[in-house]
């Protein structure tokens, strides 16, 4: 007949414009929550840094002579992604230079979005993790005030939580403080409670796996528990400052469901969370810097493929098997 | 008795009122009736009456592998072309007169069913199989029960609630024949309705045979304490009762007429054959329509031209607006589509295998188990036609592609 569509002709309302939105509104009480907590330079580091990453993807659409879709919206996520792990009081190069990375270097080269082997997000950040780490770890004291300004602000800088576990020391914050982010670090990774409920936001819209989140958190929390970095505390601090500090929970909740790069088995999620998480662990006790959470995933980003096809293998219905076997 | 879905399953708001809740319209203007001269399987059939004859209720009018029975009384009118389809048309006449006193069904022995099943012709509108065919099927397969399927899953049909409603009893008995041919002694009829309406017809059958599914999750399977069950749809039941009864053919379906494009969504019982033309104009365009559908939104058919006829197997048509196509995506491997296949494939990862030519990995992915249900591209956000790409992998399955430099790229 002619050139008709095929079935079907009604679609979920779900498409990736709408995946996307929903990252961003789970994202969003972060960004305020950060305002609250670092003051309004926030705003100019998450702007900028969303910009940057709207325009490379643009850049990298007429340099390839492909069509750049924005409203699907994967530009944006990483670009808000990227600056929330950043400090307020980051040169304005740095999330610019790591949405270049990401979006330039790591995302569209493999076809864009959909066809991207590593989270752009991710590598964004390690790159400037490994080029600029003082930058990226320089966070500022809960007491300084960030200017609202282009430059770089001269600011007080202290040890976060993640940095004091790093140089063997006990974290000299309290549960609650790290619960709901009165400490240092990055902006938008702090407020532990926010970003849960962010979380069951995500979770309820189906916008992201529980089981991804969870055995991630479930693996780091049995090695905290196991292998304290610090002698002076209990296995139960242990796992509140390991899960609490750096950005573990925001990876685990935002960056580790990135549908493109995460497997998509159920048990393919659960053994590729726990890889993540142990990986997270190794570097945070054996890596150079304080944070390992990126690097973790990137590995993990890499065989993911690998996950699923072994899940798929594993739990394969008994059915097939039989039929296999006649043949 | 259980109802089974996909472990994620996947829910669609109803498209089903007001047409679900309006009483069967009866097509009584007996129009022109076409019915195709090509088969299934794309074999030709010859008519065996001449121009003009008056053919009767269930007389073979073509020869083949599976001809074509007259749905009514008529008169053999022309031989018409549609699209490079040939079609057979004749002059229906209405049926006149009184309804004959049934004859004492339950005292049928099951040879006796089927072969009132199969001088009647009787289709089942789920899957356009032969009936009596499917009856010996049933036989020798290992279910243990027989369910009237008259769920109606997909958004827009409620033809299997509206046929309950009419005719609820005869289903059951036409069950109750059915599984007596089939030698299986549990049997039921499944419906999906609300309250009120499940209320009103489960009086209407005989006590304990009626059984609401809950859910509104598509597609649903059932089963009976682990052992699979058969499902027949409950107009191939009515059918059956009336073969049975009346010796009548099989010549009427009840069919929703529903979609964004029909002023007046109903169901509508109209003879075989009955082109679209007749049933949209029977309920009303309000806008011009791009597209009709032959089947329901998830997995019909679409046709660009409302001459061609409504026969067995289909159970709801459409009128579609013109509308804008979504936008496609690259596969943003989300899960969603092996998630709600209740088959257990993989489609993202068999329509990646076949988008790359990776023919020679898919037996592994066992495409072949697919049937045809739709779900995955109903769900999949970036509005990919997976499964029109698994579909593909049946048949890519295995090749080897080798290529030295020439292809015939036309
Ligand atoms: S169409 Fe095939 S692959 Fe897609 S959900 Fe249905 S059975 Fe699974
Ligand atoms: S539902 Fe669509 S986007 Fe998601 S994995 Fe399947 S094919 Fe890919």
Redesign the interface.
């Known amino acids: 007949m002619s050139n008709l569509r095929n079935a079907p002709f009604s679609q979920n309302e779900a498409n990736v414009s709408t995946l996307s939105l929903d990252m961003l509104l789970a994202l969003s009480p972060a960004v305020a929550f950060g305002c609250v907590l670092f003051g309004w330079r926030v705003l100019l580091v998450v702007g900028i840094s969303i910009v940057s990453a709207l325009f490379f993807e643009l850049l990298g659409g007429w340099i390839a002579r492909r069509p750049s879709d924005l409203r699907d919206g994967t530009a944006a996520v990483t670009g808000l992604i990227v600056s929330l792990l950043l400090p307020a009081s980051v040169p304005l190069f740095v999330p610019v230079l790591a949405c270049a990375f990401g979006i330039f270097l790591v995302k569209l080269p493999f076809g864009g979005s959909g066809h991207n082997l590593f989270n752009p997000a991710a590598a964004g950040l390690a790159f400037v993790t490994e080029c600029f780490s003082h930058h990226v770890f320089a966070y500022p004291a809960r007491e300084a005030v960030i200017p609202f300004t282009l430059r770089t602000p001269e600011v007080n800088v202290a040890a976060s939580p993640a940095g004091l576990l790093k140089t063997g020391g006990s974290t000299a914050f309290s549960w609650y403080e790290l619960l709901i982010g009165q400490v240092t670090g990055p902006i938008g990774t702090v407020a532990i409670l926010v970003l849960v409920a962010c979380a069951v936001y995500l979770f309820v819209r189906r916008g992201a796996a529980p089981l991804l989140t969870v055995s991630c958190l479930a693996a780091c929390a049995v090695i905290a528990a196991l292998f304290p970095r610090s002698a002076d505390i209990t296995w139960y601090e242990s796992i509140l400052f390991e899960l609490c500090s750096g950005y573990l929970v925001f990876g685990a909740i935002f960056m580790l469901n990135d549908p493109v790069t995460s497997p998509r088995h159920p048990l393919a999620h659960v053994m590729y969370g726990v890889a993540v998480g142990v990986l997270t662990m190794l570097m945070r006790h054996f890596g150079q810097f304080e944070e390992g959470f990126c690097f973790a995933l990137l590995l993990c980003n890499a065989v993911s493929g690998v996950f699923d096809r072994f899940a798929w293998q594993l739990l394969r219905p008994r059915r097939q098997r039989r039929k296999e076997r006649e043949v | 008795m259980s109802v089974t879905y996909p472990?994620y399953a996947?829910s669609?708001p109803s498209?089903k009122e007001p047409a679900a809740s309006l009483p069967t319209l009866e097509l009584c203007r007996m129009p022109k009736l076409l019915l195709p001269l090509t088969d299934e399987n794309g074999q030709p059939r010859t008519p065996l009456c001449e121009l003009y004859d008056t053919v009767a209720p269930g007389q073979t009018l073509t020869d083949g592998a599976r001809p074509l029975y007259a749905p009514v009384t008529g008169v053999f009118a022309a031989v018409q072309t549609i699209?490079d389809v040939e079609y057979m048309e004749i002059d229906a006449l209405a049926l006149a007169g009184e309804e004959p006193a049934p004859a004492n069904v339950f005292t049928l022995s099951p040879d006796e069913i089927v072969a009132a099943c199969k001088a009647a012709h009787v289709v089942d509108e789920l899957d356009g199989a032969d009936l009596a065919d499917k009856l010996a099927a049933i036989a020798e397969s290992d279910a243990a029960l027989l369910v009237a399927d008259a769920v109606d899953d997909q958004?827009f049909g409620s033809a299997g609630l509206a046929t309950l409603r009419q005719f609820g009893a005869f289903c059951a008995d036409g069950l109750m024949l059915a599984a007596k041919a089939a030698g299986i002694d549990d049997y039921h009829v499944l419906l999906r309705a609300e309250t009120d309406t499940y209320k009103e017809i489960e009086a209407t059958l005989p006590k304990g045979r009626l059984v609401r599914d809950r859910h509104d999750i598509y597609p649903h399977k059932v089963s009976k304490k682990g052992k699979p069950a058969a499902t027949v749809g409950v107009q191939a039941c009515l059918a059956l009762y009336r073969a049975c009864a009346f010796g009548e053919h099989h010549g009427f379906a009840t069919v929703t007429v529903a979609g964004n494009a029909v002023s007046l969504p109903a169901n509508v019982r109209l003879p075989f054959g009955t082109p679209l033309s007749e049933v949209f104009s029977l309920c009303g365009l309000v806008d011009e329509p791009d597209?009709y559908?032959l089947?329901d939104?998830?997995?019909?058919?679409?046709?660009?031209t409302d001459a061609l006829p409504i026969l067995p197997g289909v159970t709801c048509v459409?009128a579609?607006k013109k509308e804008k196509?979504?936008?496609v995506?690259?596969?943003?491997?989300?899960?969603?589509c092996?998630a709600v296949c209740h088959k257990?494939l993989?489609p993202?990862?068999i329509a990646r295998r076949v988008e790359n030519l990776q023919f020679t990995k898919l037996p592994s992915l066992?495409p072949a188990?697919c049937d045809g249900c739709?779900a995955c591209?109903?769900?999949?956000?970036?509005?990919r036609?997976v499964?029109?790409l698994v579909k593909q992998g049946i048949e890519e399955s295995g090749r080897v592609l080798i290529g030295w430099g020439v292809h015939d790229y036309e």
């Open positions: 472990q996947l669609f498209e699209d958004p597209k559908v089947g939104s998830f997995t019909g058919k679409a046709v660009d459409l579609l196509s979504p936008a995506h690259a596969c943003i491997g989300c899960g969603r092996a257990h993989l993202y990862e066992s188990d739709n591209a109903v769900v999949c956000p970036a509005n036609p499964a029109d």
